[in-house]
């Protein structure tokens, strides 16, 4: 996972994130992309309505993350 230090005013959306990573689909070759119904799931469940911007910072995290597994497996 990714090991960096996050701003305090950040720090919740790292905290959402690596809620959301733990519900993620597991394939058989490697990680795949949190899916919308996933995350929509996750927000409903915790009584959340994160923002379009929230919800943009969740997807590049995860785009992120699966950039560096692939550059890592490459």
């Known amino acids: 996972?990714?090991?960096?230090?996050?701003?305090?005013?950040?720090q919740y959306l790292w905290d959402w994130f690596l809620e959301l990573c733990r519900g993620r689909?597991?394939?058989?070759?490697?990680?795949s992309p949190i899916?919308?119904?996933?995350?929509?799931s996750w927000a409903d469940l915790a009584r959340l309505?994160?923002?379009s911007w929230e919800l943009g910072?969740?997807?590049k995290l995860d785009s992120a993350l699966l950039n560096s597994?692939?550059?890592?497996n490459g």
């Open 57 to 59: 910072v969740l997807r």
């Open 69 to 72: 597994g692939s550059e890592q």
């Open 35 to 40: 899916p919308s119904v996933e995350i929509a």
């Open 49 to 51: 309505q994160p923002t």
């Open 25 to 31: 689909p597991t394939g058989g070759v490697g990680l």
């Open 1 to 10: 996972m990714l090991h960096q230090r996050c701003p305090k005013a950040a």
